[in-house]
C-alpha cells in the first residue's frame, strides 16, 4: 500500500509553529506534478465505463436496446438495470437504518434530465465513448416540474422542525411604525471543482480498494461496504488529494456504484470519469430558493418584529433542506420572530451541500432586508446592525462563546473608510462610474464531531501523524504538522503527515467547517502523550543524563531534550530512542466526549454523523462572525457591475495558520462575488435539461473579475469552541457577500436587485 507522505520542505521555526504562516507543505507536490490524485492510477487490466443519462426529465425507461452497443469494438458489457448484479440499500448520512429494498443506481422511473440508466464498459474510453452513444432508449414521457419558477411546482410541503419562532411576530409587526416587506431570490447553483468527480474500483476477491476524491473516506467506504455486503474493513478507499470539493464530495453518489458494481461483474478494475457536463446532474448544487421577509420596526431603527416564510427546491424523491432561518434567527435581537420553510418537489437531481448551505441564503435575505430598513429609517447601515446587537443568542438564549462582531465592525469600517460614504443613493461618482458603498454580516456555526488522530516519534527523530481525514486545498496537512511540531518540541520539517486512506485512525467529514478545529485536538492530544512517553524513556535509561529527574523539568525543543536547570547539553530525540532500543513510540487519542465513550467500539470502524454537537449544545452558542465591506462600479449606461474592492473583518477564534485561514475566506469570498454577479444554473422549461451545464455558460469568477480583497482577524482564542480555540473558517468567507455586493449596487444606482445574480438586464 502507497500512502503519499507530505512533509515541509523548509521552514523556520517560526513558521513552523502553530499560528506560524508556513506555506502549504503539499503545495510543492502539487505544483511538480507529484500529487497522485485519484483518476491517474492504473491499476493492471484497466477498462472504462461511460454513463448513458436519461433524455427525458419525468416518467419511465420502457426498454432499453443495448444490441448495436454489445456488437460495437471493444465493449464488454452494457449495464442495465436488468441485468446490474443486485446491490443492497445502506445506511444514509443522517444514520437512517437501510430498506430492505435493492439499491438501484440505474433509473427506471425518471425523475430528472441526465438522470442514469444505463452504462457501457469497454477496454479503452473512446470505445465506451462511442458504444454508449448506440445504446436506444425508449421512453415514456410524462410532464416535468422545471424548478421553482414552474407554475406547477406550487408551494410545497411544510417543513414544521424548521419553525423557528419566539413572542409574537405577527402581532408586532402588525403594530410597528415601520414595516417592510420583499421577497429575495437565489438560483441554482453548482459546486464544479476542478477536479470533476470519478473514481477507479479494483476487486480483489471480498476486498474492495477504490481511488476517488473524497471529503469523508468513513462515511463513503461505509456506504460502499453496506452496498455491495462487505465487512467495512474490506474497504480500501484512498483520497490523497482532491481537486476541491466544495460540499459535493463528501458522500457516496450514483456513478460510484455503478463502476463498483461493473468492476464486480467484470473482475477488472473499472475507471468512471465524470464529465464537466455530467458534474451538473450526477449530484446537485445549491437549491434554488426563494424568501419573504418582513421586517417591523421602531421610528428610529429598533427592530420588534421578523417575519420569514421560506422555500427551497428539492428532487421529486428525497427532501434536501436549505435552513433558510439559520442567520435570520440568531443576526439580530428582535423581541418577536417567526420563521417557517417549506419544501418544493421538481424534476431535479437532489441538491446538496455547497458552501455554507442555508447560511449563505439566509443570510442574503436578512442582510439585504435590514439595508432596507436602514434607508426607510434614513439610518446609516453600520448604525442599524450596531443598534439591533445580539447581545447573546437570541434563539438559544444562551451566551455567545465568543462573538467579535462588533469589533469586526470597527476594524473593517475604518480600513474601508466607510465613514466617506455618502447616505443618499446615486450620489457618489466617478466620470460614467456608480459608485456604491455596501456592507453585510455573515456568520457559521461551530459543529463538533469526534476523531481520532495517530501520532508516531520514529527511532530516527522525525514524527509520523495518520488521520484518515482529507485535505482538499483547505490546509489540513500542514495545520497538522504544526501543530505535532509544536506540541513535539521538533522541527516541523520533522513531521510527515498521512492523510486520505480509510485503513488510517477515524476522522469525521471535513464539511460544515469543523475538520481543522477537531482534528487538530486529536493530533494535539497524541502528541503531548507521545512527547510524555519520550520523556519517560529519557527518565528511566539508566544511562540517559536526565536519569531519575522529574518529569516536569525536561523540556523539548528543536529535536532536543534537555533540563533547563542542568547546565549539561541537551539530547537529540533520536539518540534517546537509540540508546533505549526504542524503534517508535505511538500514541492514538480522540476527542469522544465521555458521554461517548460507550460508542467507542462503534466509532473503532467509522464516524456517524449522529455523534455531531450542535454550536449550542453546552453552555455557550458557538459562531464564527464576519463583515464583508464593498465597492461597487456600475457602468450608468450598460449596468455592468465590477467589485472595486472589498475588506472583510473576520472572527473565527485562534488561527492555527493564518496565512491559510485568509486563503480560506479569500476563496469564499470570490465564490461569493461569483455568486452575486454570475452564477445561475438554468434549467430549460420545456424539457428540465440543466442548459449552461459547462464553465463556459456557467460562469464563475476568473481573476479579472476579483479586485484586491483585504481580510482582517479580529478574533480571539476561544476554548469553548474547540481545545486549541480555533472555530469555523472554510465556509465563513462566503456568507453575507452577495448581500454586501447587492447593497453596494443599490447605493450605486438606487435600483434594489433582489433576485441573485445582479446581472446588467436588472439595471437598465
Ligand atoms: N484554519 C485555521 N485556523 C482555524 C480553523 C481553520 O487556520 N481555527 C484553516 C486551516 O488551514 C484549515 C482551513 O482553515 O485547514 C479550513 O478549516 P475548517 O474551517 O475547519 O474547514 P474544514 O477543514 O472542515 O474544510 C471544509 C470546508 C468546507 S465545509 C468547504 S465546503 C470548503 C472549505 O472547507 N471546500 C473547499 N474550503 C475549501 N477549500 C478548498 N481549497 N477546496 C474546497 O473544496
Ligand atoms: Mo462544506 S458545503 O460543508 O463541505
Redesign the pocket.
Known sequence: MTIVETRAKRGDAADGALGGRLLRIDGPAKITGLADYALEHHPQGMVHAVLVESAIASGRVVSIDASAAERAPGVLLVMTPDNALPIKSATDWLNTPPSDAPYEPLARSITFAGQHIAAVIAETFEQATAAAALVKVYYEEAPAIAGLDDPKAGDGMPLDRMTIEWGDAHGALANAPIRIKHEYRTPREY?V?IEPHGLIAEWKGDRLTVWEPS?WIDGMARTYAEWFDIPFENVELRSPY?G??????ALALEHGAIAINAARMLGRPVKLAVTRAQTFTAYGGRPATRQTIELGATRDGKLVSIVQTGANETSMKAVQVEPLGSVTSIMYAPPNFSSRQNVVPVNTVKPG????PGENPSAFGIECAIDELAYEAGIDPVQIRLLNYAEEDPHARKPWSTRRLREAYAAGAEAFGWSKRQPKPRSMREGNQLIGYGVAAGT?PVRRTPGEALVRILGDGSVEVASS?I??????Y??LAQTAAEAIGVPVEKVRVKLGDSSLPRAP????????????GAVHKAALAARDELIGLAINDPNSPFRDLQANTLIVENGVISSPRDTGAGVGIAEIMQRTGRERIEALRDTLPENLRNEKDHFRNFTTITTMLSPTDGDYSLHSWCVHFVEVRVDADFGTVRVARMVSALD???????K??E??WK??IIMGIGQALLEEGIVDARNGRVINNNLGDYLVPTNADIPDLKVISV?VPDTHA?V?????????GIVGVAPAIANAVYHATGVRVRDLPITMDKLT
Do not use: C, H, W
Open positions: 459546486n471543482p471529503q482532491i476541491g470539493g466544495f460540499g459535493s464530495k451541500a455547497l458552501r455554507a457559521y481525514g485535505d482538499m486545498g483547505q490546509g489540513t500542514t495545520i467529514v471535513a464539511g460544515g467547517s469543523q475538520f481543522a478545529n477537531l482534528i487538530t473565527s477564534g485562534r488561527l492555527y495558520n493564518p491559510l485561514a486563503s480560506q476563496g469564499g478574533g474547540s486549541l480555540g480555533g472555530k469555523a473558517v472554510g465556509e465563513l
